[in-house]
């Protein structure tokens, strides 16, 4: 923070946002900042945002930034690739005009067209340096025939096209959506829940606002209380819509237009609607201590996404087992698939949980063909390790008490009394004063070594056991991943470590031809007939010359895990079962 750009004064801030240009995918936004009395104002515009970790440089939307006090220019420097410095010598007030291109569809990003405008407020709207503490309001002029505002700002004067923030972290972390979208409502407990559907998609909105509201009262279940008094789900319905961003009052869902009348995706949905709301609580307000309040210039490191996002995974899909919608071997079938992922991913053995989480803005955010054998998802393993911890405590105290247990003392202790963040340390004393033993040596070897983790122990409390489907094939296997060419050749897009392929030297971006003369072209039969330790010819196109590489195949290390219950179950297997799962 510079003195010269620090707020001397309170600003009052105002902003327009227009759409003059929305087939051209533009904003149009006024700034305006009245009370000024220092030299220089610096404004800045984050450089990420919050929930999805990755620079992703939004200032490299901004174009015609301007500004003016009254009819005079004011002069404008660029001092750094996110900051704007304005010489406001002698001024009182400023106004500031940029336009912003929104053309990227996600949940992070914003996107203007002619249908709608997605704000994603951090990457859009500049605040003065030293001032996130500074509220301010925006007024939106909508597009043609656009006549809705879905945020979960508040309203100025009961004029729905006027919103305001009390502070800047607020803003960041509320979207807005305007356009023309089907908003429907209900309530769970004194909490009033707004959908803002936007595009066409064959939901049911009486079936999603009873389902939902199940979900979300498990979850309030969980940690005791809803902090919100209104919350707001932002749905964008595409052909292949898909992902969430958590905020503290909001969330915004990718969801596939034709995904809500078939059981499975719609199964999803509510399990991607489980994640976005429990993260109201877990990250947004039970929170790693490095999560806030936010460094907007540059990445934010923890060692905690395996808590924050993998915990939340785990929570998805058991809360919606719990909520009873849908039979419990749905439930498993997502469970097997999280243990085949990790397993079936070398990166596992390579890189430890909390490392995975702490490099997420170098390596997760940024994957390459290297990633499957070099990483692992603090998604599916946090996942796991959720599950494993819960089964822990659940066995520990006979099905009295349960991670749940962990998530509300932590919310309790930390959001509400001590008011700030946690420490890798003071989650893993909770989890120990519940599960009534040291952690030491799970910590050691699943989040900060990479053991293998055993399942059948933990599932046993519970009376399941996995086994791999794979275990006695003896097949062999090239071990590499490949994308489809035009002309229907194959080309090698990941070569998987410790397989024939990685040993003998088959290369990312080959261009198969043929396997011992057999044209390669079918990814499934790629070496039909062979056997375990056949030497086989793979002729390649490597950088545009012909190679013949000799492979020697290896047996094939893929599994496919299945879960089933054991017989024979003893009292207490049933209490940790009837606690885990609600059945
Ligand atoms: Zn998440």
């Given at each position: 923070?510079?003195?010269?750009?620090?707020?001397?004064?309170?600003?009052?801030?105002?902003?327009?946002?227009?759409?003059?240009?929305?087939?051209?995918?533009?904003?149009?936004?006024?700034?305006?900042?009245?009370?000024?009395?220092?030299?220089?104002?610096?404004?800045?515009?984050?450089?990420?945002?919050?929930?999805?970790?990755?620079?992703?440089?939004?200032?490299?939307?901004?174009?015609?930034?301007?500004?003016?006090?009254?009819?005079?220019?004011?002069?404008?420097?660029?001092?750094?690739?996110n900051v704007w410095q304005l010489n406001t010598q002698g001024l009182s007030s400023v106004k500031v005009?940029?336009?912003?291109?929104?053309?990227?569809?996600?949940?992070?990003?914003?996107?203007?067209?002619?249908?709608?405008?997605?704000?994603?407020?951090?990457?859009?709207?500049?605040?003065?340096?030293?001032?996130?503490?500074?509220?301010?309001?925006?007024?939106?002029?909508?597009?043609?025939?656009?006549?809705?505002?879905?945020?979960?700002?508040?309203?100025?004067?009961?004029?729905?096209?006027?919103?305001?923030?009390?502070?800047?972290?607020?803003?960041?972390?509320?979207?807005?959506?305007?356009?023309?979208?089907?908003v429907f409502d209900f309530k769970v407990g004194d909490t009033h829940y707004e959908v803002a559907m936007?595009?066409?998609?064959?939901?049911?909105?009486?079936?999603?606002?009873?389902?939902?509201?199940?979900?979300?009262?498990?979850?309030?279940?969980?940690?005791?209380?809803?902090?919100?008094?209104?919350?707001?789900?932002?749905?964008?319905?595409?052909?292949?819509?898909?992902?969430?961003?958590?905020?503290?009052?909001?969330?915004?869902?990718?969801?596939?237009?034709?995904?809500?009348?078939?059981?499975?995706?719609?199964?999803?949905?509510?399990?991607?609607?489980?994640?976005?709301?429990?993260?109201?609580?877990?990250?947004?307000?039970?929170?790693?201590?490095?999560?806030?309040?936010?460094?907007?210039?540059?990445?934010?490191?923890?060692?905690?996404?395996?808590?924050?996002?993998?915990?939340?995974?785990?929570?998805?899909?058991?809360?919606?087992?719990?909520?009873?919608?849908?039979?419990?071997?749905?439930?498993?079938?997502?469970?097997?698939?999280?243990?085949?992922?990790?397993?079936?991913?070398?990166?596992?053995?390579?890189?430890?949980?909390?490392?995975?989480?702490?490099?997420?803005?170098?390596?997760?955010?940024?994957?390459?063909?290297?990633?499957?054998?070099?990483?692992?998802?603090?998604?599916?393993?946090?996942?796991?390790?959720?599950?494993?911890?819960?089964?822990?405590?659940?066995?520990?105290t006979n099905g009295r008490q349960s991670l749940d247990d962990v998530m509300r003392y932590m919310y309790?202790?930390?959001?509400?009394?001590?008011?700030?963040?946690?420490?890798?340390?003071?989650?893993?004393?909770?989890?120990?004063?519940?599960?009534?033993?040291?952690?030491?040596?799970?910590?050691?070897?699943?989040?900060?070594?990479?053991?293998?983790?055993?399942?059948?122990?933990?599932?046993?409390?519970?009376?399941?056991?996995?086994?791999?489907?794979?275990?006695?094939?003896?097949?062999?296997?090239?071990?590499?991943?490949?994308?489809?060419?035009?002309?229907?050749?194959?080309?090698?897009?990941?070569?998987?470590?410790?397989?024939?392929?990685?040993?003998?030297?088959?290369?990312?971006?080959?261009?198969?031809?043929?396997?011992?003369?057999?044209?390669?072209?079918?990814?499934?039969?790629?070496?039909?007939?062979?056997?375990?330790?056949?030497?086989?010819?793979?002729?390649?196109?490597?950088?545009?010359?012909?190679?013949?590489?000799?492979?020697?195949?290896?047996?094939?290390?893929?599994?496919?895990?299945?879960?089933?219950?054991?017989?024979?179950?003893?009292?207490?297997?049933?209490?940790?079962?009837?606690?885990?799962?609600?059945?």
């Amino acid at each position: 923070m510079s003195t010269t750009s620090q707020a001397a004064g309170p600003l009052q801030i105002a902003y327009t946002v227009s759409f003059p240009e929305a087939q051209a995918h533009y904003a149009d936004i006024e700034m305006e900042i009245k009370g000024l009395a220092q030299s220089k104002l610096n404004l800045k515009l984050p450089v990420w945002t919050p929930g999805s970790y990755l620079v992703r440089e939004f200032s490299k939307n901004v174009e015609s930034f301007t500004a003016q006090s009254g009819s005079k220019p004011v002069s404008v420097t660029k001092t750094r690739k996110n900051v704007w410095q304005l010489n406001t010598q002698g001024l009182s007030s400023v106004k500031v005009k940029y336009r912003f291109y929104a053309f990227e569809i996600s949940v992070r990003t914003a996107f203007i067209d002619v249908t709608h405008a997605f704000l994603s407020t951090s990457g859009m709207f500049f605040y003065p340096e030293g001032g996130l503490n500074l509220p301010s309001t925006i007024k939106i002029k909508p597009y043609k025939n656009w006549n809705k505002v879905s945020t979960s700002l508040e309203m100025v004067n009961n004029d729905p096209f006027t919103v305001k923030s009390p502070n800047y972290d607020i803003l960041f972390d509320s979207p807005i959506e305007v356009g023309t979208q089907d908003v429907f409502d209900f309530k769970v407990g004194d909490t009033h829940y707004e959908v803002a559907m936007y595009g066409e998609a064959n939901y049911d909105a009486e079936r999603l606002k009873k389902d939902m509201a199940k979900v979300i009262a498990e979850e309030v279940a969980i940690f005791g209380e809803n902090p919100n008094k209104r919350y707001v789900f932002i749905v964008h319905n595409y052909a292949k819509g898909s992902g969430g961003l958590e905020h503290l009052s909001s969330t915004v869902l990718g969801a596939a237009r034709d995904g809500y009348a078939k059981e499975s995706t719609y199964e999803g949905f509510l399990s991607l609607v489980a994640h976005e709301h429990f993260h109201l609580w877990n990250v947004k307000r039970l929170r790693p201590i490095a999560l806030g309040p936010f460094d907007y210039d540059n990445e934010n490191y923890t060692t905690n996404l395996w808590i924050a996002e993998g915990f939340t995974a785990y929570y998805d899909n058991l809360i919606v087992r719990r909520t009873q919608l849908f039979p419990v071997d749905h439930y498993f079938t997502a469970l097997a698939g999280d243990f085949g992922i990790i397993e079936n991913t070398p990166g596992t053995k390579i890189q430890p949980l909390s490392q995975a989480s702490f490099d997420a803005w170098i390596k997760s955010y940024r994957p390459d063909e290297n990633t499957i054998n070099t990483s692992i998802s603090y998604y599916n393993k946090g996942s796991v390790i959720g599950m494993m911890m819960d089964l822990e405590i659940i066995n520990a105290t006979n099905g009295r008490q349960s991670l749940d247990d962990v998530m509300r003392y932590m919310y309790n202790e930390y959001y509400k009394v001590k008011k700030r963040g946690y420490t890798d340390a003071e989650f893993k004393a909770a989890v120990e004063k519940f599960a009534g033993k040291k952690m030491d040596d799970f910590y050691r070897k699943y989040i900060n070594g990479v053991e293998p983790l055993d399942y059948n122990k933990y599932l046993g409390y519970a009376g399941y056991h996995v086994f791999n489907e794979n275990e006695n094939l003896n097949l062999p296997d090239l071990g590499i991943r490949t994308v489809a060419l035009a002309g229907g050749r194959l080309k090698v897009s990941g070569v998987l470590r410790g397989t024939s392929a990685w040993v003998d030297g088959v290369n990312v971006n080959d261009e198969l031809v043929s396997i011992d003369g057999i044209p390669a072209t079918d990814l499934k039969n790629l070496i039909p007939g062979k056997q375990v330790g056949d030497r086989v010819q793979v002729a390649v196109i490597c950088d545009g010359l012909p190679l013949v590489i000799p492979v020697t195949l290896l047996k094939s290390t893929i599994v496919r895990y299945n879960i089933q219950s054991r017989t024979d179950l003893t009292p207490q297997q049933l209490a940790v079962r009837k606690k885990w799962l609600k059945i």
